[in-house]
């Protein structure tokens, strides 16, 4: 499938959640709680410079010792994040999520952030997308389109 991401964007909310690099963990993940979210995305300025996410919380705070209160956001971040244009095409941010292990992928134009994606979004996608072509094949077979 040569659908673009843009199409996965363009359904969802365009919502992105971000904190400063500045904030700690806790603040981060109030943030994170408060939206709802698995991820927030980590600016410095206008600069997407990470993403934090609750595997970072478990693996990189909790696992290590730290403390919340006292531990910047920048310090326990994913900083080299893996980031995918309006263009790529769903199977291949699917392709992406699946040999990185990632869970969410910025979506940037031109240098700047437009949007995030997640698992989520793309297996919905495709789950739906498979729905309505067995639809329409078994419209075709039967005969029975659709008015």
């Not at 919502?15 to 806790?26: C, E, G």
């Not at 730290?66 to 920048?74: A, E, R």
């Not at 700047?112 to 698992?119: F, V």
């Not at 495709?126 to 389109?145: F, K, V």
């Amino acid at each position: 499938m040569k659908v673009p991401v843009s199409t996965l964007l363009a359904e969802k909310s365009a919502s992105v959640y971000s904190v400063s690099s500045s904030v700690t963990v806790k603040e981060a993940v109030l943030e994170m709680n408060r939206y709802r979210v698995g991820s927030i995305i980590i600016m410095d300025g206008n600069e997407l410079s990470g993403i934090f996410t609750e595997r970072d919380v478990l693996h990189r705070v909790v696992a290590a010792g730290l403390d919340p209160l006292k531990t910047p956001v920048s310090q326990v971040m994913t900083q080299h994040v893996e980031t995918v244009t309006p263009e790529t095409s769903i199977d291949e941010a699917m392709e992406l999520i699946t040999t990185k292990r990632h869970r969410h992928l910025p979506v940037v134009e031109e240098n700047k952030l437009i949007g995030l994606i997640s698992i989520g979004d793309i297996t919905r996608w495709i789950s739906q997308s498979n729905e309505n072509e067995a639809q329409s094949l078994w419209h075709y077979i039967t005969g029975s389109y659709p008015s």
